[in-house]
């Protein structure tokens, strides 16, 4: 009897997931804080918004840390987990593409009270607190 071939698993470079410029903006149109703005003004938003790929398992932030980004899923989905004081992470939330989650101390959140996981191959727009507040300064309906 021959002997049971194996195909060993090769492991292979994924880039994480990246964000066409139409994902983009359709994300930005989806999400409530733009709701009233046009696509051309959603256009000069975009470059405000850093994005970063994700891959499943990495984390996007953790509690504790200064409250710096306000992100929303593009694609793929992100776990909210806030640790009990026993120590064990209690599952708060999945965000899905067009949702926001993070905060920033601009929002009254001097740190993060959870911590965000990427679940999922994932594109995370983020925008920092001064980029943010530069957006409520030219946009005033965004504040609304």
């Known amino acids: 009897m021959l002997g049971r071939q194996h195909t060993p698993l090769a492991a292979h470079d994924i880039d994480p997931q990246t964000c066409t410029i139409d994902l983009r903006l359709h994300v930005l149109r989806q999400a409530p804080f733009f709701a009233a703005l046009s696509l051309e ?11 970063r790929g994700y891959e499943p398992g990495e984390t996007v932030y953790t509690t504790g840390t200064p409250a710096e980004w306000l992100c929303v899923v ?64 030219r946009y005033p309906p965004v504040t609304l």
């Open 41 to 51: 003004e959603l256009a000069q938003v975009n470059p405000y918004f850093h994005e």
């Open 74 to 137: 593009a694609t793929g989905r992100v776990k909210i987990v806030r640790p009990t004081p026993q120590g064990q992470n209690v599952l708060l939330d999945i965000v899905t593409p067009g949702e926001f989650f993070g905060s920033l101390s601009v929002l009254g959140d001097r740190e993060y009270r959870d911590s965000a996981e990427a679940q999922t191959m994932c594109c995370v727009l983020s925008v920092a607190a001064a980029d943010f507040q530069a957006i409520l300064h």
